[in-house]
């Protein structure tokens, strides 16, 4: 426990630290605290350097809704309680210098978390969705669209693998569709991740832009429906 040393006559601080070795156990006896609190009531005789003179405990308490990635406390000046005896804290919420910075990354993280979402849950057909995750995925639709268009996509359909892992027979012209839907899809996804970070390096340029603001941003808005 943190103690501070008081001028009773005055209620003012003289001093912070740990309690003097030689009543440093008062604290943890029944009414230990109540002696520290005025040492010349509870001494007789009282050494002469501690006549006048009291213990208070400090008292702490962290601010609400404190985020401590982004902000510090500064400590106020210590106030005495004269009626409770004890020293209270009180505390100022500073932003770090970098806290913007962090925010604003934060953000963006959460955007790229949500294309992924949207990625990873593929492109909807009417019997099902296409995986459009990956590079090969969508290399596969690029191979599809040009055999279809190109004549080579056999007459009768042909299976197609589905995000869920079944099939189903698509001919040439459904292939083609899909193929340009889920590329437009893509495309609108890759779009709209690079208008969000536009939009959040343009907040994080404007100084009047605070965290509690930047804290506020869409990450669900601007994306393409499929």
């Given amino acids: 426990m943190n103690f501070f040393r008081l001028d009773l006559a005055s209620a003012s601080v003289v001093s912070r630290g740990p309690l003097p070795e030689a009543i440093a ?3 943890a006896q029944p009414g230990g605290l109540v002696a520290l609190a005025d040492l010349s009531a509870a001494l007789d005789p009282c050494p002469a350097e501690w006549v006048g003179r009291g213990f208070w405990p400090a008292v702490t308490e962290t601010p609400p809704n404190y985020d401590g990635v982004t902000e510090y406390l500064a400590e106020d000046e210590p106030v005495p309680d004269t009626a409770a005896r004890v020293v209270r804290i009180g505390w100022t919420v500073m932003a770090r210098p970098d806290a913007r910075e962090q925010v604003a990354a934060a953000m963006l993280a959460a955007v790229k978390t949500e294309r992924q979402r949207r990625l990873s849950d593929g492109y909807p057909l009417s019997n099902g969705r296409v995986q459009i995750v990956g590079d090969g995925d969508r290399a596969n639709l690029v191979s599809a669209y040009n055999m279809a268009r190109d004549g080579r996509w056999p007459a009768s359909g042909a299976p197609w693998r589905l995000l869920d892992n079944s099939t189903v027979t698509l001919t040439a012209e459904q292939v083609m569709s899909m193929a340009l839907g889920a590329g437009a899809y893509y495309s609108g996804l890759v779009w709209a991740l690079s208008a969000h970070e536009a939009a959040l390096a343009a ?10 603001h930047l804290r506020q941003y869409d990450t669900s808005a601007g994306w393409p429906s499929p």
């Fill in 203 to 212: 907040l994080l340029s404007d100084p009047t832009v605070n965290t509690a």
């Fill in 25 to 27: 156990g008062w604290q």
